[in-house]
């Protein structure tokens, strides 16, 4: 049944590409879908450790830039370097959330804030190697894992590509947060004191949560990098961090599509009301307000409550159905 | 009866295919111009300018007719000061069709831009980034620039700097890529001279109290200041260095400082600066003397630099499709290299191997002109000075 599920998505992506004709369209689902992966990796931060993080922009810019160096500097091969990339940057962030992790609440926010921002302030400054402030071109291979790199930039290609990727990441992670070690991590965020008691290990488990939500990041940073061929410090900085707790925000944790949904709806947002007003910052942010004071599952929750609601009353219908007829 | 239809049929088909390459004519598809840039972000102020002439340029070239026998139409977009902005709205409009693109300040948006020409289908003009890779490293087949590069001003600063009488510098810089090459040059510049230079100062973006360093610039007792920063930072340190004295005791010399903006948000405190200028309306050409008269006309003022760049880039556009004979980017593309035309600069070149236009570049400074403040073009360097394309640029 859960793999049937997975399989009609699989059909969707696959299709929607053929209906929609529009080329512009195209790109901004694309887009939409590779911030979608990087809010899902703050999301999950959320959503097992209840953990918010402000600086996750490092690991989505350092993942662009460090398959740039690897590719230029050491010539290796597209796939290597972005294999390489992405097995450090899980060991990084495993090592640096065995420490930020310990930290609660806002000040965790602000450790992870500094940290983004230290990682900005020395991409800004590293003129030689990074190139300061003008970014780098990053120029692809003719064939990226077999695949021929024109796909990657084909904008109809591109989405099939992240769809599938987004969909394989979801899977994995709801078979993990499904297992032991999902509820272990429940159980850390609900009470950690009491986890703690009950002779939890909570330190390995929620800095295995941090590295996976960097390495998810981190793998939307690749996408990001192949679409685009390009990777500046501006990707680095805090706001992008914060564009994607937006994003997290809206869509909601509770379910792993959320943070999908909620990228999703930014970037319609910001393309057909930015069209109209300029203040659609403004408007967006009257959205984040409701949806916090309103539906703190975000519009996640808010579809699936809606959905739980219908089926109660269709069940409703049926035991009073029942009632009439004894 | 038939038979009359039928012969009348034939003579209507007839009639309407001997028409129709007139009808053609006047039907050409139109050239249809993307304008990228900043309407919000740190880069406003300069996007603003750069628009409004793009749009004057359009404007003016269908009040004359069209180019090439073509209506010009244009799209505006919003780059919000950032790559991935600019790639967003860049794109939007070169699959809307406005895939001559034009506008952008900043030269990580510039770079952002060219590597995606290609898929797009497009074609871009430069008219305000200056970073020498756009013209070497990373140049383009389907990328032009048609203001002054680094290289270019800074060669011209040094022929400049030999007519300079002062001895002892200090260095103001904005702390990063730009500003550290600017100060690099300046030190190597001045010992070359037998000048020399007593301290040099990076201020991080977005420095608000200057007072240390004009203190510091001051103590150090030189005759002239090296001025590198841009933006609000340029308009605090102008400010503050004047309500210190620093303008008393030492000279500024401006790299890309003295703009119109600059000037206006300064009061008095930028009379008598010096520094290079990448367009004046003071230019001695006949289409620069139409330009200005045609925009004070409307504005009642005349153009700033950033406003004379945008324009004369959007005059390479309307030089390539009239060349081309086509709206298509590859082809507008291919007619420009090498392309010779009369500019606002007078007699210019879109060089084949690099594609950085030549043309004469300016050293000038702030004066009063007609009750008003703005900066002056006082000499004129030709292009000469920068002759050799870069070696790291392969199109």
């Known amino acids: 049944m859960l793999h049937f599920k997975y399989l009609l998505w699989l059909a969707v992506g696959v299709l929607l590409p053929q209906l929609v004709g529009s080329a512009t369209l195209m790109s901004l689902l694309t887009q939409s879908l590779i911030y979608a992966l990087f809010a899902l990796g703050v999301g999950i931060l959320l959503r ?17 830039y460090s398959v740039a160096l690897l590719m230029r ?13 992405l097995v450090a940057l899980a060991i990084v962030a495993f090592l640096l959330g065995l420490v930020v992790s310990r930290i609660p609440g806002i000040a965790f926010g602000m450790l992870t804030l500094a940290i983004g921002q230290t990682v900005y302030l020395s991409a800004l400054k590293s003129r030689e190697t990074l190139g300061g402030a003008d970014g780098l071109n990053i120029n692809w291979p003719s064939s990226i894992f077999g695949l021929d790199v024109r796909l990657f930039y084909d904008p109809a290609s591109m989405f099939v590509i992240s769809w599938v990727v987004m969909l394989v990441t979801i899977y994995l992670l709801d078979r993990l947060f499904r297992s032991r070690f999902g509820s272990i991590t429940s159980a850390i965020r609900d009470n950690e004191e009491r986890a703690r008691f009950i002779g939890l290990h909570v330190m390995l488990p929620k800095a295995v949560v941090y590295a996976l939500s960097a390495v998810v990041s981190g793998l939307a940073g690749v996408l990001s990098a192949i679409y685009t061929g390009f990777i500046s410090p501006e990707t680095l900085h805090w706001s992008v961090s914060g564009t994607a707790l937006i994003m997290t925000i809206l869509g909601g944790v509770r379910y792993l599509w959320g943070p999908i949904l909620g990228a999703i709806f930014y970037f319609f947002v910001k393309e057909y009301v930015g069209e109209l007003t300029d203040y659609w910052m403004a408007m967006l942010g009257a959205v984040v307000i409701f949806i916090v004071v309103f539906a703190p599952n975000g519009v996640s929750g808010l579809l699936m409550q809606l959905q739980e609601r219908r089926q109660k009353r269709k069940q409703d219908v049926i035991v009073r159905r029942m009632e009439v007829r004894s | 009866m038939k038979k009359r239809e039928l012969l009348k049929a034939i003579a209507l088909t007839t009639g309407i295919s001997l028409l129709s390459p007139l009808v053609a004519a006047s039907e050409k598809d139109p050239v249809r111009i993307g304008a990228v840039s900043s309407m919000s972000g740190v880069f406003e102020q300069q996007g603003q300018e750069v628009l409004r002439a793009i749009e004057f340029a359009v404007e003016e070239a269908n009040a004359k007719g069209g180019v090439d026998g073509r209506e010009v139409a244009i799209e505006v977009a919003d780059d919000e000061s950032t790559p991935d902005g600019a790639r967003r709205s860049a794109e939007k409009l070169a699959r809307e069709g406005h895939n001559l693109l034009i506008g952008p300040i900043s030269s990580s ?5 060219s590597q995606n020409l290609d898929r797009w289908d497009a074609m871009y003009v430069v008219v305000a980034s200056k970073l020498d890779a756009l013209t070497g490293k990373s140049c383009h087949a389907r990328m032009f620039r048609t203001n002054h590069n680094d290289v270019m001003d800074l060669a011209m600063m040094k022929e400049w700097m030999k007519t300079v009488d002062e001895k002892k510098f200090g260095i103001i810089a904005a702390d990063y890529t730009w500003g550290h090459g600017s100060t690099e040059f300046f030190e190597k ?12 100062l990076f201020a991080p973006l977005g420095t608000k109290d200057f007072a240390p360093y004009v203190a510091q610039l001051r103590d150090a007792d030189v005759d002239a200041v090296w001025v590198a920063m841009v933006g609000r930072d340029a308009i605090s340190f102008v400010k503050q260095a004047d309500s210190f004295g620093l303008n008393d005791t030492s000279r500024l010399i401006g790299h890309a400082l003295i703009f119109q903006y600059l000037v206006d948000a300064t009061g008095d405190a930028t009379h008598g600066v010096w520094g290079n200028i990448g367009y004046g309306a003071d230019i001695d050409t006949e289409r620069n003397r139409q330009f200005v008269a045609a925009w004070t006309e409307k504005f009642g003022r005349v153009p700033t630099e950033n406003e004379g760049q945008a324009y004369n880039g959007v005059q390479l556009i ?15 593309a291919k007619a420009l290299e090498d392309a010779e035309y009369e500019s606002i600069y007078g007699p210019a070149l879109m060089r084949g191997a690099d594609h950085q236009l030549q043309i004469p570049n300016y050293v000038g400074e702030v004066a009063q002109v007609d009750g008003k403040l703005r900066p002056v073009v006082e000499k004129t360097y030709p292009i000469s000075l920068y002759s050799t394309p870069s070696a790291d640029c392969s199109i």
Do not use: N
Not at chain 2, 318 to 332: M, Q
């Open chain 2, 318 to 332: 309307f030089e390539g499709v009239k060349l081309a004979g086509s709206t298509a980017p590859g082809d507008v």
């Open chain 2, 189 to 200: 510049t001045a010992k070359e001279l037998g000048k020399e230079v007593k301290v040099s």
């Open chain 1, 73 to 85: 500097d050491l010539e290796l091969g597209a796939a290597s370097a972005i294999v390489l990339t």
């Open chain 2, 109 to 113: 948006i510039s770079m952002t831009l």
């Open chain 1, 48 to 64: 097992q450790c209840g953990l918010v993080s402000f600086g996750h922009a490092a690991f989505f810019g350092i993942s662009g």
